[in-house]
Nanobody, 121 residues
Framework: QVQLVESGGGLVQAGGSLRLSCAPS????????MGWYRQAPGNQRELVAT???????DYAGSVKGRFTISRDSARNTVYLRMNSLKPEDTAVYFC???????????????WGQGTQVTVSS
């Protein structure tokens, strides 16, 4: 079973920057979309940013203008550049890759294990 491997989380002061990376541990095909979600204690998991196979991006309103999602299609890797971080950005960040499974004629979501981002005030 292919797993998603995330890296780049950590502790940063408010106003600082971090870059998250996520790549599958093995081969992956028919990727429809890639994205990042986050979950703070006591809250539901929420969408942060997504990028489609065509390169169209979408952001949560709270991060628009501060975060940038990008990808390396050759490596099936997705990145999240986070600038001007705020304490309210503190959460566990999860990588998501959605693929099309031909045999099931349906989409399937892969999730990373999560990486902690902590922003101190």
């Amino acid at each position: 079973q292919v797993q998603l491997v995330e890296s780049g989380g950590g502790l940063v002061q408010a106003g600082g920057s971090l870059r998250l990376s996520c790549a599958p541990s093995g081969s992956m095909f028919n990727i429809n979309a890639m994205g990042w979600y986050r979950q703070a204690p006591g809250n539901q998991r929420e969408l942060v940013a997504t990028i489609s196979r065509g390169g169209i991006t979408d952001y949560a309103g709270s991060v628009k203008g501060r975060f940038t999602i990008s990808r390396d299609s050759a490596r099936n890797t997705v990145y999240l550049r986070m600038n001007s971080l705020k304490p309210e950005d503190t959460a566990v960040y999860f990588c998501n890759i959605r693929v099309w499974r031909m045999r099931d004629r349906d989409e399937y979501d892969y999730w990373g294990q999560g990486t902690q981002v902590t922003v101190s005030s």
